[in-house]
């Protein structure tokens, strides 16, 4: 740890002018008294002369006091100083020190960084700026508790310590995230790689706690001035260089977590547009820029228009026309797809008021809206709300939703279907739904997806897995929708295995809501809006959900 020589804070108290003016008064009067004062006293004890004089001995007597007291006022100040000087290097260790592990903290860990670098550069050395951090530690504190996290802190903190060369320095810069500097001869950097790999090594021995054993991963990501096109190597300061460490290690989580990656530019471009991409999601759903794209869905045999599915798009003003793969991860990690769902199903149920009646309207649902225990109470409010009937929607939930918490989307997809709303099974076969589940939740239809359905256009393609979800569908009385249905070839393959419905870019492209009413118009099946009205008997449609209902059925 580097050593900051504390400033000199005690002058006053070192240099007390009445307590030394004291002290050297008396100590002169002492001498000149006493020179005066004992020889009386000693021709007094033996007997000749009349002894000293009154007012002599009262000032010695006076000043052995003062000497006294000076020499008590300067061991207290001595105290003093010495008590006052601990408490200011204990005050400093304290904002340079991590409490819990015992490494620097973050505060301190710049200034550290750049002595470093300096040290290192004078021999023409480098320096690697390593982020450590824990992989799911919110889990650990959450399932047991924030003492055990810490205990895991402080096991990991001194398994890397171990790790290091004595003139590495380590920090940690708060939660689990552990940063470290570590110099290393330029000509082999592979050594910070196999210093890694010790890192790794040693987060793979589990953490034994009191009665609990705890097996955690880590992300590591690494940066170095030597990354830098400068010829100066300290053209950059350790924050620039921690900052890159730092999105090197997120570009190791985002790339599956427990894995270290060297920092590259490319990484903060993308963290960059990543920044960019939250700003402008925000942005737009203040801005409504959001909106509803509908794709045909065809019976298959007749080729007769029977609905749409609602895909999100986003209209940027900069970015132009984003697909969901884009923004819909990025809303759901930041915690706003809800009310982009909400602002899309609201538009796409007032537009499909505009249909016909036969025509029925498709949506996906996010796993996010499904943790949600009042989502099927607010959807039926909404169609209200816009004049949609329920027996024109179709929801469609992913097999990945069913994992979270069957219970709950069990009892939502029941309160969903008592009112008249359908609910498909999306992206059949990618997942890992039992045949329990198909059997004992309430779905209407399956949906094969488009992965399956587009090995039938391939000659050496097989139909044995859609052969074998159609035979299931039928088995289990669902009606089957396929995906993905690019050509005549996909089309005539799907028509000789049964009674499908089906979408896909052979029927077209999804089309704005003007698009739709467009190719509505000449078929006859654009009516004028009409309002849908709550029946009377159904004045209780939106229940308030009951955990005990939920937990039971779980």
Same mark, same amino acid.
């Given at each position: 740890?580097?050593?900051?020589?504390?400033?000199?804070?005690?002058?006053?108290?070192?240099?007390?002018?009445?307590?030394?003016?004291?002290?050297?008064?008396?100590?002169?009067?002492?001498?000149?008294?006493?020179?005066?004062?004992?020889?009386?006293?000693?021709?007094?004890?033996?007997?000749?002369?009349?002894?000293?004089?009154?007012?002599?001995?009262?000032?010695?007597?006076?000043?052995?006091?003062?000497?006294?007291?000076?020499?008590?006022?300067?061991?207290?100040?001595?105290?003093?100083?010495?008590?006052?000087?601990?408490?200011?290097?204990?005050?400093?260790?304290?904002?340079?020190?991590?409490?819990?592990?015992?490494?620097?903290?973050?505060?301190?860990?710049?200034?550290?960084?750049?002595?470093?670098?300096?040290?290192?550069?004078?021999?023409?050395?480098?320096?690697?700026?390593?982020?450590?951090?824990?992989?799911?530690?919110?889990?650990?504190?959450?399932?047991?508790?924030?003492?055990?996290?810490?205990?895991?802190?402080?096991?990991?903190?001194?398994?890397?310590?171990?790790?290091?060369?004595?003139?590495?320095?380590?920090?940690?810069?708060?939660?689990?995230?552990?940063?470290?500097?570590?110099?290393?001869?330029?000509?082999?950097?592979?050594?910070?790689?196999?210093?890694?790999?010790?890192?790794?090594?040693?987060?793979?021995?589990?953490?034994?706690?009191?009665?609990?054993?705890?097996?955690?991963?880590?992300?590591?990501?690494?940066?170095?001035?030597?990354?830098?096109?400068?010829?100066?190597?300290?053209?950059?300061?350790?924050?620039?260089?921690?900052?890159?460490?730092?999105?090197?290690?997120?570009?190791?989580?985002?790339?599956?977590?427990?894995?270290?990656?060297?920092?590259?530019?490319?990484?903060?471009?993308?963290?960059?547009?990543?920044?960019?991409?939250?700003?402008?999601?925000?942005?737009?759903?203040?801005?409504?820029?959001?909106?509803?794209?509908?794709?045909?869905?065809?019976?298959?045999?007749?080729?007769?228009?029977?609905? *749409?599915?609602? &895909?999100?798009?986003?209209? @940027?003003?900069?970015?132009? #026309?984003?697909? /969901? !793969?884009?923004?819909?991860? +990025?809303?759901?990690?930041?915690?706003?797809?809800?009310?982009?769902?909400?602002?899309?199903?609201?538009?796409?149920?007032?537009?499909?008021?505009?249909?016909?009646?036969?025509?029925?309207?498709?949506?996906?649902?996010?796993?996010?809206?499904?943790?949600?225990?009042?989502?099927?109470?607010?959807?039926?409010?909404?169609?209200?709300?816009?004049?949609?009937?329920?027996?024109?929607?179709?929801?469609?939930?992913?097999?990945?939703?069913?994992?979270?918490?069957?219970?709950?989307?069990?009892?939502?997809?029941?309160?969903?279907?008592?009112?008249?709303?359908?609910?498909?099974?999306?992206?059949?076969?990618?997942?890992?739904?039992?045949?329990?589940?198909?059997?004992?939740?309430? *779905?209407?239809? &399956?949906?094969?997806?488009? @992965?399956?359905?587009?090995? #039938?256009?391939? /000659? !050496?393609?097989?139909?044995? +897995?859609?052969?074998?979800?159609?035979?299931?569908?039928?088995?289990?009385?669902?009606?089957?929708?396929?995906?993905?249905?690019?050509?005549?070839?996909?089309?005539?393959?799907?028509?000789?295995?049964?009674?499908?419905?089906?979408?896909?870019?052979?029927?077209?492209?999804?089309?704005?809501?003007?698009?739709?009413?467009?190719?509505?118009?000449?078929?006859?099946?654009?009516?004028?809006?009409?309002?849908?009205?709550?029946?009377?008997?159904?004045?209780?449609?939106?229940?308030?959900?009951?955990?005990?209902?939920?937990?039971?059925?779980?």
């Amino acid at each position: 740890m580097t050593e900051t020589k504390p400033k000199n804070r005690f002058g006053s108290a070192e240099r007390d002018l009445i307590a030394l003016g004291i002290a050297t008064a008396a100590i002169l009067l002492f001498v000149a008294t006493g020179s005066a004062v004992l020889p009386g006293v000693f021709r007094s004890l033996v007997g000749i002369g009349t002894g000293p004089n009154h007012l002599l001995v009262n000032a010695l007597l006076l000043n052995i006091a003062l000497v006294i007291f000076g020499w008590r006022r300067y061991r207290q100040l001595t105290h003093e100083i010495s008590e006052r000087k601990r408490a200011e290097e204990h005050a400093r260790k304290l904002s340079e020190i991590d409490p819990l592990t015992g490494c620097l903290n973050r505060r301190s860990m710049a200034d550290a960084a750049e002595k470093l670098r300096a040290s290192a550069a004078k021999k023409g050395d480098a320096v690697a700026f390593i982020m450590v951090d824990l992989d799911n530690f919110k889990q650990i504190n959450d399932m047991h508790g924030h003492g055990i996290g810490d205990a895991v802190l402080v096991q990991l903190a001194e398994r890397l310590i171990g790790q290091l060369p004595k003139q590495a320095r380590i920090a940690r810069l708060g939660g689990d995230e552990f940063g470290i500097v570590v110099p290393f001869n330029k000509s082999a950097p592979e050594r910070i790689d196999d210093l890694i790999i010790r890192f790794f090594e040693q987060a793979a021995i589990p953490f034994e706690l009191e009665k609990i054993t705890i097996d955690a991963t880590m992300s590591i990501g690494v940066a170095t001035e030597l990354e830098d096109e400068s010829p100066n190597p300290l053209a950059i300061d350790a924050s620039e260089l921690m900052h890159r460490a730092d999105i090197a290690m997120y570009h190791a989580k985002k790339q599956g977590k427990n894995r270290f990656f060297w920092f590259e530019p490319t990484m903060e471009n993308e963290l960059r547009f990543r920044n960019q991409l939250e700003t402008g999601i925000r942005r737009g759903l203040a801005e409504a820029e959001f909106v509803p794209y509908y794709e045909q869905q065809v019976d298959l045999h007749t080729g007769e228009l029977v609905g *749409f599915e609602m &895909l999100a798009r986003w209209q @940027s003003p900069q970015l132009g #026309l984003v697909s /969901p !793969e884009i923004f819909i991860p +990025i809303a759901e990690e930041i915690g706003v797809i809800c009310e982009i769902s909400d602002q899309l199903m609201a538009q796409a149920f007032t537009d499909a008021c505009e249909w016909e009646d036969s025509l029925t309207l498709s949506i996906n649902i996010s796993p996010v809206q499904l943790r949600d225990p009042w989502f099927a109470q607010k959807l039926l409010k909404l169609l209200v709300q816009q004049g949609l009937p329920p027996q024109r929607l179709e929801i469609e939930i992913t097999e990945s939703c069913l994992h979270d918490n069957v219970g709950l989307v069990r009892s939502m997809i029941t309160s969903l279907r008592n009112q008249g709303v359908r609910i498909s099974l999306d992206d059949f076969g990618t997942g890992y739904s039992s045949l329990e589940q198909l059997r004992s939740l309430p *779905f209407d239809r &399956l949906k094969i997806d488009r @992965s399956f359905v587009g090995e #039938l256009s391939n /000659p !050496e393609g097989s139909s044995t +897995i859609v052969d074998a979800i159609i035979s299931l569908g039928e088995g289990l009385n669902m009606p089957i929708t396929a995906e993905g249905i690019e050509d005549e070839k996909i089309l005539a393959s799907l028509k000789e295995m049964g009674q499908l419905k089906g979408q896909g870019y052979l029927y077209g492209r999804p089309e704005t809501a003007e698009e739709v009413r467009n190719r509505l118009r000449p078929l006859g099946k654009l009516v004028e809006r009409r309002v849908y009205r709550e029946p009377e008997e159904t004045t209780h449609i939106f229940p308030e959900p009951s955990l005990a209902r939920i937990r039971a059925s779980q």
